[in-house]
């Protein structure tokens, strides 16, 4: 089925008012945003809105402001937007990484942060990003506005706590000294979704060892965590290839991908470990 069910539209003219939409037309409201997830789900009739309530007027939603240690970034800032900053090239380059390896520039240019993350899609670069960056997003309701971490957002694959008469507003990253950050993806073709990604933050201590380091996987079970057990393996040790290489090895058994039309499980563990590698090289090379 190609065409979605119909649907009422109201186009919000502020956050106020957006959310005042949500709450008269009820649960079978939902807000649009790019429309480039929710649009092909309404096609395919796997979401049947009674009402979209549009929200690309709310210019007050597009915005990156660098804030002391904190980069604020508005749930409606487009992929393009992200993917010319020179100020998140400069603070977040793992950020810059992924939006190069996103869809094509018809998607960039309208999709945004915030209904990526809303999406929850396991295969959605941006959410892992987040998680690496261990990022916090701000909530808003009629009744006032709460923060949560990038694990209580994210409940399970397309489920999130944002409540149907919510909305996401903003995405806060914290800016850390001596960190660097990438990531790295294998795709079938340009602009498809990821076969397998990998992100990485590291943050080096004054000695050169590696005080932080988080360590995520896209589109192969590790949806909503990071790798843990190869981030405390690598957590106070000199950074090396043989540090990453063990690394490496840890979210490879962690993660738990499933076979399908991208590729064999045993191939998606091998990516997992590569690009695994590969990032925790290239992060550490930009924290120096
Ligand atoms: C051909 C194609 C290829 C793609 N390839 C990739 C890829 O390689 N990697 C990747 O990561 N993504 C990919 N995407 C997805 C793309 O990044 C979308 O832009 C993104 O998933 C959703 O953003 P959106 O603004 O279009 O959200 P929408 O489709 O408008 O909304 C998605 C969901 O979020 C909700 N929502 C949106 N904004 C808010 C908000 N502020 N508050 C509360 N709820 C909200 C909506 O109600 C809906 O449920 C692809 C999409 C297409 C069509």
Known sequence: MQ???????????????????????????????????????????????????????????????????????????????????????????????????????????????????????????????????????VIRSLDGERVVSMEELHRGPYETAVEQDELLTEIRFPIRPRTGSAYEKVERRVGDWAVAAAGASVTLADDGTIADVAIGLTSVGLDGRTATRAEDALRNAPPSEEAFTAAAELAKQDCDPVADQRGPVDYKRHLAAELTKRVLRRAVERAR
């Open 3 to 137: 065409v979605p069910a119909p649907f009422d539209y109201a186009r919000a003219e502020s956050v106020e008012d957006a959310l005042t939409l949500l709450q008269r037309h009820g649960p079978e409201s939902r807000v649009i945003a790019g429309g480039h997830s929710l649009l092909p789900m309404m096609k395919l009739r796997l979401a049947r809105p009674e009402w979209l309530i549009d929200i690309n007027d709310l210019f007050e939603l597009d915005y990156l402001v660098e804030d002391g240690d904190v980069l604020r970034v508005g749930a409606l800032t487009r992929h393009a937007t992200l993917l010319g900053s020179d100020l998140i090239a400069g603070k977040l380059p793992i950020v810059t990484d992924a939006e190069r390896v996103i869809a094509d520039p018809v998607v960039r240019n309208r999709g945004t942060i915030g209904g990526s993350l809303c999406q929850a899609d396991p295969a959605e670069d941006l959410s892992t990003v987040c998680e690496v960056l261990r990022a916090q997003v």
